[in-house]
């Protein structure tokens, strides 16, 4: 048995000296190690031997085995460097060539736009101020003018975080606008101050969720920037000089701007401002729909209520707010016609700005 398994050895060491192709090495692996092979013929033998013999010759085979699938591994290490070094000596290779630049990454447009934002308000003397996401009923809607069963919560279709059968009247929720903020920057400044508070400058910037039909124009989550301004002596004036240095500073020095008597719970009275179009300067295109003018943002002066509930006296006290949609200000200025296009993550898009 030896002697056979000898001659088996030699056979198969001898052909895989002579192979140069992976093709002929696999049809060899299959002759000498396949199932069909002499080898394993004898490995399939071992049970008509004695007990005496059956040891000796499986461990024989055994190593005659190794040593073939050793050998293979070798011999079809040895072919594919050679087919790589066969491959590199047909290619030519210019080591004056400049190297690739990695590809960088940029600021998403949302993002240059609100940084600009606060760049204005920041040299206007504005502070940012940081407000939580996730706010009860009481700031988001009471707190704000919006007592329960207020027709305007309609417009702000909510996700809830705990329901009212949770908490009772004061449900946990997504805010639905950055206004919150103001109750919070108020009554935080109030309390430090609480005897005679001095002047409150502040912008809040933040996401704000609502439950709408994602389309075009409309989308589940925003940016929002929030602005509140709070002293004595207050006047309607100082709002809209501070939104029209704003849009000046925003859309270039001939930018012009007018106001236009709204309503919201939070302010009175009321206004929203616009600006006039820097596409087609006024003279009425797609993006402002022929008229002229592009809607930037919603201000006013804020209500007495919501004055007395931030801690401030309203006979004393006086204040104005605005907020503004920076995703809307971004498609206005770049002529985006879908908002979905900023949550997409489509680098065709993004790689534009």
């Not at 009923?137 to 702000?156: E, G, I, K, T």
């Not at 609480?194 to 409309?218: K, V």
């Not at 302010?267 to 022929?290: H, N, R, Y």
Request: charged share 25%; glycine share 8%.
């Amino acid at each position: 048995m030896q002697e056979k398994l000898d001659s088996i050895k030699k056979e198969a060491l001898d052909a895989l000296e002579a192979i140069t192709e992976i093709s002929v090495l696999e049809a060899w692996q299959v002759k000498y190690l396949g199932r069909s092979s002499a080898i394993m013929e004898i490995f399939k033998s071992l049970g008509t031997l004695s007990k005496e013999e059956k040891p000796a010759v499986g461990k024989a085979a055994n190593i005659v085995k190794v040593a073939l699938e050793t050998a293979s591994g070798e011999k079809e290490s040895q072919l594919k460097q050679e087919r790589i070094n066969q491959s590199l000596a047909g290619e030519k290779i210019d080591v004056t060539l400049p190297g690739r630049r990695t590809a960088s990454g940029g600021l998403h447009p949302t993002t240059q736009t609100l940084r600009e934002i606060y760049r204005v308000f920041g040299d206007m003397g504005f502070q940012i101020y940081r407000s939580q996401e996730v706010e009860t009923d009481q700031y988001n809607f009471q707190h704000l003018n919006f007592p329960p069963y207020h027709p305007a919560r309609d417009m702000q279709d909510t996700f809830f975080v705990k329901s009212a059968e949770d908490r009772g009247d004061d449900p946990l929720m997504l805010r639905t606008h950055t206004s919150p903020g103001q109750i919070h920057a108020m009554l935080e400044h109030t309390s430090k101050y609480p005897d005679d508070p001095p002047p409150i400058r502040i912008i809040l910037p933040g996401m704000c969720y609502r439950y709408e039909q994602i389309t075009a124009r409309s989308e589940i989550q925003f940016n929002q920037v929030e602005g509140l301004a709070v002293g004595k002596g207050i006047a309607f004036g100082d709002l809209k000089g501070t939104l029209s240095n704003f849009a000046r500073r925003m859309f270039g020095q001939d930018a012009k701007t007018r106001f236009r008597a709204s309503h919201f719970p939070f302010t009175e009275p009321s206004a929203e401002m616009d600006v006039g179009c820097f596409l087609c300067k006024g003279e009425g295109c797609s993006v402002c729909k022929g008229a002229g003018w592009l809607e930037i943002l919603g201000c006013g002066m804020v209500h007495p209520t919501v004055l007395k509930n931030g801690g401030f006296d309203p006979e004393v006290y006086s204040g104005f707010a605005f907020g503004m949609g920076p995703e809307r200000i971004t498609m206005m200025r770049h002529h985006i016609e879908d908002i979905r296009n900023f949550w997409a993550n489509d680098l065709r898009f993004l790689e534009q700005f």
